[in-house]
């Protein structure tokens, strides 16, 4: 069956602007996670939604950052004003539930100019 | 609070070597454990998991992991590395019975050497 998808793979913009990054679930999976990891270097959890239930958004580093889940299913991850230090890839992952294992999607890579 | 180490920031092998990558771990309670790969410009993969059961668990391209609930700690393992397992390797933990999220390591870098 079809994996964890994300959209766009490559974004490219300037310093400023507001980007959304998209991330489509494996169907029925009720968790799903965004992390951020610079250069191959380790995973930065930003935030992670499970079911109805509020979202984490423990890990979210400004209040630039935002996300929202739809519907239980796909999921945007929000970058206003975006700045060089957000240049990075962003990783969506689902599970099952939050004891099963994540399922990654290869990513957005964003580059800031 | 849950909290995953990976002591190593880099593990060097000899190919047909044995490799170990260590994690340890902090939960309230029993864990759950994870091991992730992530290939050179590819996405990260699930290798294994311990959930309850047999403290040795084997995984994809003959990995495993040992369990030890002493220690807490469930280190990375296989007897004979491969020049094509040089890699990323994430531990991941979480709590049983816990409606917390998922705690990675900062990853370990292995380089199997030919």
């Known amino acids: 069956g079809a994996g964890v998808s994300q959209s766009p793979s490559n974004k490219v913009t300037e310093k400023g602007k507001d980007v959304e990054l998209r991330c489509d679930p494996i169907?029925?999976?009720?968790?799903l996670y965004w992390y951020r990891q610079s250069l191959g270097q380790g995973l930065e959890f930003l935030i992670y939604?499970?079911?109805?239930?509020?979202?984490?958004k423990s890990g979210l580093p400004s209040d630039r950052f935002s996300a929202e889940r739809t519907g239980g299913s796909v999921s945007t991850l929000t970058i206003q004003r975006t700045q060089q230090e957000d240049s990075a890839v962003y990783l969506c992952?689902?599970?099952?539930?939050?004891?099963?294992?994540?399922?990654f999607g290869p990513g957005t890579r964003l580059t800031v100019l | 609070a849950q909290s995953v180490a990976q002591p190593e920031d880099q593990v060097n092998v000899a190919e047909g070597n044995p490799l170990t990558v260590k994690c340890t771990y902090s939960v309230s309670g029993n864990p759950y454990l994870f091991w992730y790969v992530q290939y050179p410009n590819r996405g990260l993969q699930f290798l294994l998991k311990y959930i309850t059961g047999d403290n040795l668990v084997k995984g994809s391209y003959g990995f495993e992991a040992e369990f030890n609930k002493s220690q807490t700690s469930f280190h990375l393992k296989k007897p004979s590395a491969l020049v094509s397992d040089s890699a990323l390797y994430f531990c991941a933990v979480r709590a049983l019975n816990r409606d917390d999220k998922i705690i990675f390591g900062k990853g370990t870098r292995l380089h199997i050497l030919p």
């Open positions: 169907s029925g999976h009720t968790a």
């Open positions: 992952a689902s599970s099952r539930t939050v004891t099963n294992e994540q399922f």
């Open positions: 939604f499970q079911g109805n239930s509020a979202p984490d």
